[in-house]
């Protein structure tokens, strides 16, 4: 049996003004299937998840360019 969606998350590149998002969610709700659309305004809990996310994925990245040499 095949699973159903009862919604979708539409994740922003960055952060934008409501204002400025206004003719984005204007164009989500002409999509057939639509029943409405909400934006979830930036706080400190997603700036603090993002600023997590950057460093370790540039721990990562400085981990592979120079790895750390075997003591001995």
């Known amino acids: 049996m095949t699973d159903r969606f009862h919604s979708l998350v539409v994740?922003?590149?960055q952060d934008i003004?409501?204002?400025?998002a206004?003719?984005?969610i204007k164009a989500i709700k002409l999509l057939r299937g639509v029943a409405?659309?909400?934006?979830?305004?930036?706080d400190?809990?997603?700036?603090?998840a993002e600023v997590r996310a950057r460093?370790?994925?540039?721990?990562?990245?400085l981990d592979?360019?120079?790895?750390?040499?075997p003591q001995g």
């Open 64 to 69: 592979v360019l120079f790895p750390e040499k």
């Open 55 to 61: 460093t370790a994925l540039g721990q990562q990245i």
């Open 36 to 42: 409405d659309v909400s934006g979830a305004v930036a």
């Open 17 to 20: 003004r409501e204002d400025d």
């Open 11 to 13: 994740v922003l590149e």
């Open 22 to 24: 206004q003719n984005l």
């Open 44 to 48: 400190l809990a997603s700036h603090t």
